[in-house]
Every structure is written in C-alpha cells, then in structure tokens.
C-alpha cells in the first residue's frame, strides 16, 4: 500500500512539472489538405518534431509558404488569461480552414531543427523574417515552397505579448500579399515559461517575485509572490478527486454487514 501511494504521488509529481514547463504549438492553413485530419493520440508530447511533423498532411511540401512562428515564453494558460494580448492570432487561427493544435508540448521546441527538417523533407529554402521591419518583400516565394522563420520578442509581460501580435499580423499580411492563402502557420515557443523563470533565481519564492521592487516590500504576500502555479493546482485538483473516490469506497467497504445468523430449513409438517 505505501509502495503503491509514493508510486502515485511521484505520477502526479510529473504529470505537474510536464504541465508547467510545457508549451502550446498551434497550426492553421486556409487550405484543407496541408494539416492533417487525424486527432493526437497524446496529451502531453515529449518529441516536439515528431508530434509536430504528425500535424502536417501529406501535401505541406505543395504550400508555397510554411510560416514557423516563435514566441518564447509562452504558456497554453496565457490564452486564457491574456486573452486580448493574442487577438490577431485568435482571429487568423478561427478563420482558419484546418487547424490542430498542441496544447503541451513539453520542455519547448527547437525552432532551428524544426525550419530545417521541413526544409529537407520539401527541398524548400529558409528565409529568416525579422518581426521588426517585416513586409511583403522579405517573403520571396518562387516556384518550390519557402519556410520562413521569425522569432518573436520573449513574452515576459502581456504589453510585449499585445506587440508581438501586431507584428504577427504584419507578417500574416506579407504572406497573404505573396501567397494568398497558399501557406501554412506553426505558432510554438522555443523556451518554456518555467525554464526562462528559473534564471532569475535559485528559489522557487525568488523566481516568482516581481520584477519591480518599488513596491514588493510593503506588498501582501498574495500580491508579492505567485503561490499557486497550473501544474500545483492541477496536482491539487488529482489529489483531491483520487482521496474522495478512496474515502467512498473505504465507507462502503466498512459498512458492509456480515448475518449474525443464518435461517435454519424449514421443518416439514
């Protein structure tokens, strides 16, 4: 029994760290053959190339432009939260024809290796976009496909986040000014929000900190410190509903009743 309670609580344990440092990968096409139909098979996915290169269809190499999108720092949580910071993004992904998605993808994906295996796999060229003076006239589309890769500012606040997708936008509109809707976008991060935490500090409280200090001294500790992280209140939420099913079954296994006695036969007349 003790054996089989540290077994499922060291589970829980990294089921909660593969939550936290994790990130999403999102893809949208307005064409319908170059993502593919099949659904994952995972939750949570360790071999971000693999995972990724199962979202493609058998035609991405027929695109004109494979968009790979970086966004280092990012959660799937912040779309939630920060939902007004992902509003170009929220419109192009519904407006979508195909779409599939990669809620958690642990540990970040390596943007360079990813660009390079689509490059290989359609003996396509590599254009790197820069997100700050993007336009129609870095993307060169020619008669083979062209990925072009752009790295976005890390998302360290939700202002940086709501400029990042303006100039995703720009980007999205030099595509469609060059390809139409002959394209594919992969919209992932490289860094996990939890990895890019743990360089400012040794301590979980330190690395949770503010980063302004004007005012943290005087500050509610609720206010000063983030407690509670989705991996421990996901770990939290497990625990609870794993202790209410035991608790049930340990009541009605105690309340079972063995007969005191039992009927003798019937005597006969």
Not at 49 to 63: F, R, Y
Not at 74 to 81: G, T, W
Not at 136 to 160: C, F, K, N, R, W
Not at 232 to 247: G, H, K, P, Q
């Amino acid at each position: 029994m003790k054996l089989y309670t540290v077994a499922l609580l060291s589970s829980l344990a990294s089921a909660a760290l593969a939550f936290e440092g994790s990130v999403p990968c999102l893809a949208w096409s307005p064409k319908q053959n170059y993502l593919s139909a099949k659904s994952a098979e995972q939750f949570i996915f360790d071999n971000a190339l693999e995972a990724i290169s199962d979202l493609t269809g058998p035609d991405i190499c027929a695109a004109r432009v494979v968009a790979v999108v970086d966004q280092p720092g990012i959660h799937r949580n912040d779309f939630v939260h920060s939902s007004d910071a992902f509003a170009t993004l929220r419109q192009h992904h519904r407006d979508a024809i195909m779409r599939r998605d990669l809620e958690y993808v642990a540990g970040g994906v390596d943007i360079e290796q990813l660009t390079t295996h689509i490059a290989s796999e359609c003996d396509s060229t590599i254009t790197v976009v820069d997100p700050d003076t993007v336009s129609s006239q870095d993307i060169h589309v020619g008669d083979g496909l062209l990925v072009a890769q752009m790295a976005l500012p890390a998302a360290h606040s939700v202002e940086t986040m709501k400029e990042n997708d303006v100039k995703l936008d720009a980007l999205l509109k030099a595509i469609k000014s060059s390809a139409g809707d002959d394209y594919i976008v992969i919209y992932t991060s490289s860094v996990a929000k939890t990895s890019e935490l743990a360089k400012r500090g040794n301590t979980p409280f330190h690395r949770r900190a503010p980063q302004d200090e004007g005012n943290s001294t005087s500050a509610p500790i609720f206010e000063k410190y983030q407690l509670f992280t989705p991996g421990i209140f996901m770990a939290i939420t497990v625990s609870l509903i794993v202790v209410f099913i035991t608790a049930v079954g340990v009541t009605w296994l105690v309340g079972i009743q063995t007969p005191v006695r039992f009927e003798g036969k019937p005597k006969r007349s």
